[in-house]
C-alpha cells in the first residue's frame, strides 16, 4: 500500500518519537512507538500485498492472486529486488497454466532478481524445466532439473522431478 521509502521513513520518524517519549519519561508510550515502528520496517521487508496474493494462492485462487498482484502499479520502485523476484514467481505460476511463454518470462526474471527461498528456486526451476521439457529442449530442461534437485534440500519436489525424468527419457 506504501511505496518502500514511505514505509521506512515512517519508521524513521515513529522511533524518533518514541525517543522523545523516552526523554520525558513515557516509558510505556516509548515502548508501545517502537513496536509500532517495528510492523513499517517488517512491511519494507515483506510487501503486504504479495503477502496477501500468496494467501490467495494457498487457496488456489488464481483470479484472486492476480488481482492482488495487480494492485501493484510499479514494481520496479515500489518493491525490493528480492520481492520483484516473488512477483515475478507469483506471475509465473499464474500463466504457467494460461501461456507457458509468459510463464517462462516471469520464471527466468524471478530467478535472476533472486528467491529467499531454496524452496521457491527450486520450484520455480522445475516449472521452467517443464516449460522446456514441452518445447522440446531437452539439454535445458535436464540442467534446469539438476538444479531444481540440488536446491531441493527437504525433498519436497522428489516425486515430482523424478516424474519428469521419466517423461524426458520419453522423449
Request: hydrophobic letters at 45%.
Amino acid at each position: 500500500m506504501f511505496h518502500k521509502y514511505i514505509k521506512i521513513a515512517l519508521a524513521a520518524l515513529i522511533i524518533g518519537y518514541a525517543g522523545y517519549q523516552f526523554a520525558e519519561g513515557e516509558i510505556g508510550n516509548g515502548i508501545a512507538l517502537v513496536l509500532l515502528s517495528l510492523i513499517f520496517v517488517f512491511l519494507y521487508f515483506r510487501n503486504e500485498i504479495i503477502l496477501l496474493a500468496f494467501l490467495r494462492m494457498r487457496k488456489q485462487d488464481m483470479e484472486g492472486t492476480e488481482k492482488w498482484l495487480g494492485r501493484i502499479r510499479n514494481p520496479e520502485a515500489a518493491l525490493t529486488q528480492k520481492q520483484q523476484g516473488y512477483y515475478n514467481y507469483l506471475y509465473g505460476i499464474i500463466y504457467s497454466q494460461k501461456n507457458l511463454t509468459q510463464a517462462e518470462k516471469y520464471f527466468k526474471k524471478a530467478i535472476k532478481l533472486g528467491l529467499n527461498m531454496d524452496y521457491d528456486l527450486a520450484m520455480a526451476k522445475l516449472s521452467l524445466a517443464g516449460i522446456a521439457m514441452q518445447k522440446r529442449r531437452k539439454r535445458e530442461a535436464t540442467t534446469l532439473l539438476a538444479e531444481a534437485k540440488k536446491l531441493d534440500k527437504n525433498s519436497m519436489l522428489t516425486e515430482q522431478i523424478r516424474m519428469m525424468q521419466q517423461q524426458m527419457k520419453k522423449i
